[in-house]
């Protein structure tokens, strides 16, 4: 048998469990569940621009439980591809009216979501007059645009030498490498070649008899674009094949996303832009170009503004990439035609387009793309809510990981710096044309991310040129709620000592 003072001393302890508990379900109740994961497979195909990203983000989804594949096979057999039905999602840079002859339509509906800005690099390998490896190429958009539509053939040509010291590149003919079929890069690097040198681009299309309409395609066979451009013409089916061939052949130069270049090592000139400065396509220099494209009401992108951006950091062959998916009808988008069909794929991807919104965005510096500006991961965060018809959160820095809600770019966001800046009369005197004698063949090399840019901390974060949509707005960091552990302490902090004191008290007061 128990004592009284017994029977009281178990009440008490009963008592202070259940206060306890009473606590942590009060507050357990505003705390939300874990979202549950995902275990439907969904399947999307499209753009090598983003491939590089995609395969980041879909290891990373995975390790979560969110169960999503992506296969690289261009933009175009992409969308096409999604509007068969044969993949749940894809990947694009042109917009479906550029593929579908000026009709903006699909019997399955579709709505674009940007996911990542990028860059298409021109990548090269060329060698000096004493055989080694010449890693500072510095190119004008026109002269660009005239070797990729042949109408400079040579390393030692003089518009080339008067961006490089002055001093001539070896005679050795230019070996200009292209993309096979359809694709996304092509339609966006022949869009800056347009806009670069009308003239230049418009001898090429009648030259070679192409359609008066966006270049998304260069034919595959060398003989059929003839003339001067044919003999040293190599036409590769993807992204990585082209850096490789590039990376491995000498006297090569071709077009392809910063992070193949990356990838496999291979050289990226310095492009100059519309305000006279040389810049290379790194994170900082992809975001200040993007400030100046503008995004219609639908997210598709015009980017005429970036081409001719007069921003001394922009670099000029920047542009965003997309998600396509399916969309509920009347949720402000023209194109959507209905919700997934399959829940399961449904939710799968939403949970996938909420990730690379925030968290997805973390590492995209380091890879060669740029992280979404805000307001575009808050416009991500809202196709999830066209598709799946729930409400959009608002994506605040204490919800969101993507670094430009924290005034960042992430790590590898700084170009380095120029190696002409070590030369006599600087950047601008060894680009102007004079002679310099410490030119191609000298041994400076590109500095190791010292510049402007380098090891940055902070960026100014959005803008406001960046889209017809309200961007995102944010009062200050969120504080994040308490999980249920640190929640349990702090109750049992502060309620334990006082019960305790409690019964010692009263105990000390029977006779």
Not at 32 to 47: D, F, H, I, M, Q
Not at 88 to 94: N, Q
């Amino acid at each position: 048998m128990f004592s009284m003072a017994q029977t009281r001393h178990r009440a008490m302890r009963t008592g202070l469990a259940t206060v306890i508990l009473l606590a942590v379900c009060s507050l357990g109740a505003g705390v939300a569940a874990p979202e549950a994961r995902a275990a439907t497979l969904v399947n999307g195909s499209g753009s090598t621009y983003v491939e590089l990203a995609m395969d980041e983000w879909t290891r990373s989804a995975d390790a979560r439980g969110i169960k999503v594949n992506y296969t690289g096979v261009g933009s175009p057999t992409g969308v096409g591809q999604y509007d068969a039905r044969q993949t749940d999602y894809a990947g694009t840079e042109a917009e479906v009216k550029s593929l579908y002859g000026g009709r903006n339509t699909l019997p399955r509906g579709f709505q674009y979501v940007p996911d990542v800005a990028g860059a298409i690099a021109i990548m090269y390998n060329v060698r000096d007059r004493g055989g080694n490896r010449y890693d500072k190429l510095h190119l004008d958009q026109r002269t660009i645009s005239r070797i990729f539509t042949g109408e400079i053939s040579n390393w030692s040509h003089p518009d080339i030498t008067r961006t490089n010291g002055g001093v001539a590149l070896p005679d050795q003919p230019i070996r200009v490498v292209f993309r096979t079929g359809s694709s996304g890069t092509t339609a966006l690097f022949y869009d800056f070649v347009r806009e670069a040198a009308r003239d230049v681009y418009d001898r090429f299309r009648s030259k070679h008899n192409l359609p008066d309409r966006r270049i998304t395609s260069l034919p595959d066979t060398p003989n059929d674009v003839g003339g001067q451009f044919a003999p040293n013409i190599v036409g590769r089916g993807g992204s990585d094949e082209m850096a490789q061939f590039v990376g491995s052949s000498a006297w090569s130069i071709g077009y392809d996303e910063f992070g193949y270049a990356i990838k496999h090592g291979v050289d990226v000139a310095w492009v100059k832009n519309g305000a006279g400065k040389w810049t290379k396509p790194y994170a900082l220099n992809i975001s200040e170009a993007l400030r100046d494209a503008t995004l219609r009401p639908d997210l598709s992108q015009e980017l005429s503004g970036v081409y001719t951006s007069k921003n001394p950091l922009a670099y000029p062959i920047s542009a965003y990439s997309y998600m396509m998916t399916q969309c509920l009808p009347g949720r402000g988008r023209q194109t959507c035609a209905g919700p997934y069909s399959d829940g399961g794929k449904q939710s799968t991807l939403a949970q996938f387009m909420r990730y690379v919104a925030c968290d997805g965005q973390v590492k995209m510096a380091r890879i060669g793309y740029s992280p979404l500006p805000t307001n575009l991961s808050q416009e991500m965060e809202n196709s999830v809510a066209r598709m799946t018809g729930e409400r959009p959160r608002r994506l605040t820095p204490g919800n969101c990981a993507n670094p430009r809600f924290h005034g960042s770019l992430g790590a590898g966001a700084g170009p380095p710096r120029d190696p002409f800046e070590n030369l006599p009369g600087g950047v601008d005197g060894a680009t102007s044309g004079g002679r310099n004698s410490a030119g191609p063949s000298a041994s400076a090399t590109a500095g190791s991310g010292s510049g402007a840019g380098a090891g940055l901390g902070t960026v100014a974060g959005g803008s406001g040129r960046q889209q017809n949509a309200k961007p995102v707005g944010f009062n200050g960091p969120g504080v994040p709620g308490l999980g249920p552990l640190p929640a349990l302490v702090l109750i049992g902090a502060l309620v334990v000592p006082p019960a305790v004191m409690a019964i010692r008290n009263r105990n000390r007061a029977r006779p």
